[in-house]
């Protein structure tokens, strides 16, 4: 019984020392094989089609934090009481910390919010606007997204993550208990802007509603693009060994470790060590450019 209730007590502050977030998913992937036939998918925006941009922020809250004696004189179940009392006063602190962190960055980009108010999902979702589910599909068939755009409090930058998953078949939805992960499919995309030009910058920060939108449109049919050959099958055969990848920011660079999945003129795309995909910009180099202007004048003249 004092084993029990000491792992019960270990369990409850582990359970409290991770903040919820929603803009996280774990990579799952139960579909064996039966990818999505190409002209069946179907997407569907899983939190309406209103845009949520929001101020990026550290999300590190681990701070210092006051030191606590527990009293062992109530015995192991006062001790365990005292303990999920004290994790959940941290959850709560942590949380409440986050909420007030998310609240000033949205204020430092809260021009460019106000201007995202002005468009939906659907208008910015490009060549696949036509692929978004109105009606009634299969659950196996849709794919359940859920973009949130980011943008750096300095105007540096901007990101999307989308969450992705497609919904068990009906019939094992029902025997929900007995299946081992909440989703036949779940992942996430990870989209960066390159770093914005000084004009881009004074456009974010100003609220220019047609230079913001047409920066999420890229971003947004991007992840769509990459959630689509995800699930159809096409990077089915991608292998190779991680590589390191590097990331650069207004001040720093990023490293990210994984293998290279897709390469076009703009971007890389990367799926890291979580299995998550990540979309790093390329630079914007004169050699980029000239290859691309060269691929695109041969198409041209092919054509």
């Not at 929603?22 to 992937?29: F, M, S, V």
Request: hydrophobic letters at 35%; glycine letters at 6%.
């Amino acid at each position: 019984m004092r084993i029990i209730l000491i792992i019960s007590a270990l369990f409850m502050m582990g359970c409290q020392s991770t903040p919820y977030r929603d803009d996280y998913a774990k990579h799952t992937n139960q579909l064996r094989g039966n990818y999505i036939q190409p002209d069946q998918y179907q997407f569907k925006f899983a939190a309406g089609k209103e845009i949520d941009l929001r101020g990026a922020y550290s999300s590190n809250t681990d701070t210092a934090a006051t030191p606590v004696m527990y009293h062992g004189g109530a015995g192991l179940v006062g001790l365990a009481l005292q303990v999920g009392i004290h994790s959940a006063m941290v959850q709560s602190g942590r949380e409440g910390q986050l909420s007030e962190q998310q609240q000033q960055a949205n204020e430092s980009i809260s021009a460019a919010i106000n201007a995202s108010k002005s468009f939906s999902l659907t208008d910015i979702a490009g060549d696949h606007a036509s692929d978004i589910a109105e009606g009634d599909f299969t659950p196996e068939s849709v794919i359940h997204v859920k973009p949130i755009f980011f943008g750096q409090t300095d105007h540096s930058k901007l990101s999307l993550k989308t969450l992705v998953w497609i919904e068990w078949p009906e019939k094992l939805r029902k025997k929900k208990k007995k299946l081992k992960h909440a989703y036949l499919y779940s992942n996430l995309i990870h989209v960066h802007s390159n770093l914005l030009s000084e004009e881009q910058r004074q456009q974010f920060q100003s609220g220019d509603s047609d230079a913001l939108k047409q920066q999420l449109q890229s971003m947004l049919q991007t992840s769509l693009d990459i959630a689509k050959a995800e699930l159809t099958g096409q990077y089915k055969d991608i292998k190779g060994a991680s590589k390191t990848f590097f990331l650069k920011e207004s001040d720093n660079k990023k490293v990210i470790r994984g293998v290279l999945v897709e390469e076009t003129c703009n971007h890389q795309v990367v799926k890291n060590l979580h299995q998550w995909f990540v979309v790093l910009p390329k630079g914007q180099t004169s050699t980029v450019g000239n290859e691309c202007a060269l691929a695109h004048s041969q198409v041209g003249s092919d054509a």
